[in-house]
């Protein structure tokens, strides 16, 4: 069964990896998602983009099992993520690895310990295998020689990269990024992006980019879709969004201040506003 | 994960003080006593009123602890107290057949215990014997109540 | 009128849900195997909680001994009763004052601290990545500190009581001149184990589970910003402070009061 397995992923490399199909959600009374349908290629970077504070993030979640949507599914290697138990979830999420915002690196733990977290939780490997992988992992993201510093010695930059060799420490098959490249300078932001590209074509693994930054995303991804107002507004290669006539995704890939979605919060009429017309606020 | 040496010592040296502690708390504050099993007898009495005598009272031997009440309970042959104390097991055997106990109090409102006096009999106490001789607590509203007829007779 | 009644009953289901959540968050946290790296985590804890607060409490309870011991005198030498003082002081310290002094120290050091660091952990995504790596934050994060706390405390309780007695032996005896053998004495006559020290340290052990368990739940449930954090941490000691003195009135009403 094992090899029937590996031979079919191997014959379906461009299969879907990860499926969402009518994914709603709503948080409180605003709904965030409205009815989201997405293909995650095996083996792919997909990038997932849009305006801040469309619920990317969010998405990010339902995929990895921590929010439960109001309607649809998310189906991960053919397993319905939500309707796992508990126990099956966690398995699950050992085939995944994410690396958040903030790196979210343990912060009573150095680095060595950091990457080698999930090898001692999940794995029975003796200290000096453990030591070999967690150097490999490290020496990938080229802080092999920062392994004694703390969390809170090491820049954003740095923290990000020890992070994503922590997301790979266990060899997943699907990688979610949330906002990698967000409040980078640009030497770690070229870092990181090569890094992506690379762990990608080393690996063969599947990855999810969710981010706003525009040229560095396009220039790893495989596949984009553009999410806005809870709904999918334009999906393609980056080379035919690039020349996508919809205004909406023309505004937002080459980032001009107004168009559809307006630069002004919605107030009323300026002129009006000024002269003070009924109110003192 | 690094193994602290001296954070193990602290937790250690941490919960060895608590049981410590309760130790303490169980022998010097509480009286409970380890030895009691290995060498204790035992006495009877019988007390007209042993006014707020408490088990675990107190029993003494000019001004010295010999012992504890271990239980009191009404006799109800002749409807008085019936006292069971527990002394040092190295009195077994040599206090006086007619050795008298009285239950006195320490300071006004102080607790109450047992005291002792050695009599002059040969024959001497063994455990379970019964102290024919006992004097009872000094209640005192029935003073007060004596002292004012005493008063009123004159 | 309708309006507020029914913003009662609101309030009503919103309190009662949330004590469900917390109820739920403490069986699950609470109970599961124990494992070698569980034990690990719970001696870091039990350093953190107990180790750490042991000078605060040890500290105050020398200064409250001595001061029951400086206040009782006073009062009792006016009725010729200063034997009396070793028993005062033994059985306020141990029923009382000891279980509930040393609880609400304890929320106060290692609760609110307990709450901050758990928010913080929360709140710069370290439980969702634990969750993502496929380890839960029940077993590995909140479990070792709850436990901790629940030894912790009792321990601390009873440093408290020892050191509370002797502080009013220095004041009582050395100083104040009660004789030693009546201090002692009276103590050891009036004291039973059992109903005193045992019932103070019961007393002292749901006091533990309590004031860890509100602690780390609102660690655990906060709002993950900086607000949200001093906030909890407020939460924190401002509930368990009152939930410890709540519950020792009806406590001691069980235990003592004659209630049975």
Not at chain 1, 26 to 37: A, P
Not at chain 1, 49 to 68: C, D, E, V
Not at chain 1, 114 to 125: G, I, K, Y
Not at chain 3, 59 to 86: H, K, P
Request: net charge negative.
């Amino acid at each position: 069964m094992f090899d029937n397995y590996s031979w079919e992923s191997e014959r379906m490399s461009d299969s879907p990896f990860v499926t969402v199909e009518g994914l709603h959600y709503s948080r409180g009374e605003t709904s965030i998602f409205r009815g989201v349908d997405m293909v995650i290629p095996r083996g792919k970077i997909t990038a997932i983009m849009g305006p801040s504070g469309t619920g990317k993030t969010t998405l990010l979640k339902l995929i990895g099992g921590q929010l439960t949507p109001d309607a649809g599914r998310v189906c991960i290697a053919g397993e319905d993520v939500h309707a796992l138990s508990r126990k099956a979830l966690f398995k699950l999420r050992r085939r995944m690895g994410m690396l958040f915002q903030s790196g979210a690196l343990f912060s009573d733990l150095d680095v060595y310990e950091n990457v080698a977290f999930p090898l001692r939780v999940h794995t029975d490997l003796p200290e000096s295998m453990i030591r070999d992988l967690v150097l490999l992992k490290l020496q990938a993201v080229g802080l092999r020689g920062a392994r004694k510093l703390t969390p809170a010695e090491l820049s954003g930059g740095m923290a990000r990269r020890v992070a994503l060799a922590r997301a790979i420490a266990l060899d997943p098959e699907l990688i979610l990024y949330d906002e990698p490249f967000v409040g980078q300078d640009p030497i770690s932001m070229g870092v990181l992006v090569q890094l992506i590209r690379r762990l990608n074509d080393a690996l063969g693994l599947t990855a999810v980019v969710v981010s706003h930054d525009i040229k560095e995303t396009l220039s790893i991804a495989d596949y984009v879709y553009v999410i806005s107002d809870g709904q999918v507004m334009a999906r393609g290669a980056p080379s035919e969004l690039d020349v996508d006539r919809d205004p909406r995704v023309r505004q937002f890939i080459h980032g001009e201040a107004d168009g559809p979605v307006p630069f002004h919060y919605p107030a009323r009429d300026f002129y009006a506003d000024l002269l003070g017309e009924g109110e003192l606020r | 994960m690094k193994r602290s040496k001296t954070m193990e010592l602290g937790v250690g040296l941490f919960m060895l003080a608590g049981i410590l502690g309760l130790v303490f708390l169980g022998l010097r504050v509480s009286g409970l006593s380890l030895e009691r099993p290995a060498s204790s007898f035992e006495l009877e009495a019988n007390f007209a009123n042993i006014g707020g005598l408490k088990p675990r009272a107190r029993i003494t031997m000019a001004g010295v602890t010999v012992g504890r009440v271990r239980s009191i309970e009404l006799d109800t042959d002749w409807y008085d107290a019936h006292v069971v104390m527990e002394l040092d097991g190295r009195l077994e055997d040599t206090l006086p057949e007619d050795s008298t106990a009285a239950i006195l109090t320490s300071g006004l409102l102080g607790e109450q215990y047992i005291g002792l006096s050695v009599g002059g009999a040969p024959e001497t106490l063994g455990d379970g014997d019964r102290i024919r001789d006992t004097q009872s607590a000094l209640v005192l509203e029935e003073l007060i109540q004596q002292f004012v007829s005493n008063i009123a007779k004159e | 009128m309708i309006e507020r009644i029914a913003r009662l009953g609101r309030w009503g289901c919103d309190t009662l849900e949330s004590l469900g959540d917390a109820g739920i968050f403490l069986a699950q946290s609470m109970f599961g195997k124990p494992s070698a790296e569980g034990m690990r985590l719970w001696l870091r804890q039990m350093h953190f909680v107990g180790v750490m607060s042991l000078a605060i409490v040890l500290v105050s309870g020398l200064f409250i001994g001595m001061v029951l011991a400086l206040q009782g005198y006073t009062i009792l030498v006016d009725f010729g009763a200063e034997d009396a003082l070793g028993q005062m002081v033994a059985l306020s310290l141990l029923r009382e004052l000891a279980p509930v002094v040393a609880a609400l120290l304890f929320a106060g050091r290692a609760g609110s601290a307990l709450t901050a660091e758990i928010g913080l952990m929360k709140a710069t995504e370290q439980l969702t990545s634990m969750e993502m790596i496929g380890v839960d934050p029940l077993r590995r994060v909140v479990a070792p500190r709850l436990w901790a706390g629940f030894v912790a405390l009792p321990l601390l309780t009873i440093g408290f009581g020892v050191v509370g007695v002797w502080g009013g032996q220095l004041v009582g005896v050395q100083w104040l001149g009660v004789f030693e053998g009546s201090y002692w004495g009276n103590m050891q006559a009036s004291v039973d184990f059992v109903a005193d020290v045992g019932n103070g340290l019961l007393k002292s052990l749901v006091f533990a589970l309590v004031v860890t368990w509100i602690a780390v739940y609102q660690g655990y449930a906060l709002v993950p910003t900086s607000e949200g954090i001093s906030r909890a941490t407020t939460r924190t000691v401002v509930y368990a402070s009152l939930a410890v003195l709540g519950l020792d009135f009806i406590l001691t009403a069980v235990m003592f009061g004659g209630l049975s």
